[in-house]
């Protein structure tokens, strides 16, 4: 009888060590952001870092990869250790890559793991101070009787379909300027050096104390809170425009479940303190905080949107 009870302990025995998970974090955890530092991603996964340091016992390191829309720094979260100790923030380019870049070394879903939906980017049209008009109406006028002189800068390939969407909708030329980061392209809007240029309200919102950028519209069906006075596409005149972004928060596939879990409520208390609220609110970041299986099922209607605009030619293919 002993011997009996001993055998049928003995897998029990071997199979512990195996279901026992060890602590997360063990060493600093790398969030990768896939864009140059200074950007609106890479502001908020700083904020962010800062805000979850002092629940963890090791800090979260950000580390900006830029390069080929975001697919550089995305390439080394995919071919990670699922362990937890490599994560990205990434804008909803994310999903649209793949179907406007010729080769992307990875399937934007299967490949990563989720682990939170962050904010929405309201993207916004931000334009010089040279520029003698401050709506749409305004630029439809302009772009008709100085065909040549208006470009559109850009980050990724949303806020370039974004602002060629516009230009298609009012019958206007308008060349898309590409830039690396939204602080890049503000920069140059300031300067005078690009007319209009699509962004998110966080690389935005520091440059409107110069005097030298304004806001003439907001992308989403409703405005911003940022910039509550300026009027959306469609309150001046553009049926049916409504584009936004995000960011989010993946890690390889194959996380653990708990890791997940345990990211998911360390990002959530974050968002919850006042302090980081607020520090939000100052640098013009929406929350827009969903768990894994709401940011999943974000992703998959995504795919199908942008597949849809692929299959009618009104995605530009890189």
Known sequence: ???RRALWAAPVLLAAPALAQPAWPQRPVR?????????????????LAEAMRPHLPHPIVVENRAGAAGVIGSEVVARAEPDGHTLMAVVSTHIMNSHVLSSVPYDPIRDFTPVAMLTRNTMVLAASHTLPFADIPGLVAFSRSHPTRLSSGSTEALSSFIGQELARRIGAEIPDVQYRAGSQLMTDIVAGNLPLGWTSTASATPHMTTGRA???AVSTATRTPFFPDVKTVQEQ???????SGWVAMFGPKGMPDVVTARLNALIERAFNEETFRARLAALGIEPDLRAPAGLLE???????????AAAAGHLPKQ
């Open 1 to 3: 009888m002993i011997r």
């Open 31 to 47: 969030l990768i952001v896939p864009y140059a530092a200074g950007g609106g991603t890479d502001i908020l996964a700083r904020a």
């Open 214 to 216: 304004k806001i003439i």
């Open 237 to 243: 005149g553009i049926p049916d425009f409504d584009l």
């Open 298 to 308: 974000a992703l998959q209607r995504e795919n199908r949107i942008w597949a849809a």
